[in-house]
């Protein structure tokens, strides 16, 4: 075979194996966009649960604050009921003892 020959191929094998490595390199390149585009998928739908999930623990949090709150007040007016009888009874109690003490002193 001449040198002519010869070099015609392997300047045809070195642009197959050009062609070859290229092909390679976009279907590398395409697979990396493609994991890319999966990545950011999922980075946005975590987004959008953690920011559901977010307002859904904010709004449980306003709502449990406003029970507590509601509750506290009836505690505090249960409370201050509980003491007006116990100072009610101390009072009658009072009234009542003295009027014993009168009726066994006559």
């Known amino acids: 075979m ?4 010869s070099r015609k191929i392997d300047d045809k094998a ?3 194996a050009a062609k070859e490595l290229e092909r390679a ?3 590398r ?8 585009a999966a990545q950011a998928r999922e980075r946005e739908r975590r987004d ?3 920011e559901k999930t977010q307002a859904a623990l904010d709004e449980a949090q306003r709502e ?6 509601a509750i506290e007040a009836e505690r505090d007016a ?12 101390g009072t009658e109690r009072e009234k009542l ?6 009726a066994r002193d006559d």
Do not use: F, N
């Open 2 to 5: 001449s040198e002519a020959g």
């Open 14 to 16: 070195a642009r197959k």
């Open 25 to 27: 390199r976009q279907l």
């Open 29 to 36: 390149e395409a697979e990396r966009r493609k994991e890319e």
């Open 48 to 50: 959008r649960t953690t």
């Open 64 to 69: 449990h604050e406003a029970k507590a709150g």
């Open 78 to 89: 249960i409370e201050k009921r509980a003491q007006a009888e116990e100072a009610r009874w």
């Open 97 to 102: 003892k003295a009027a014993l003490r009168r």
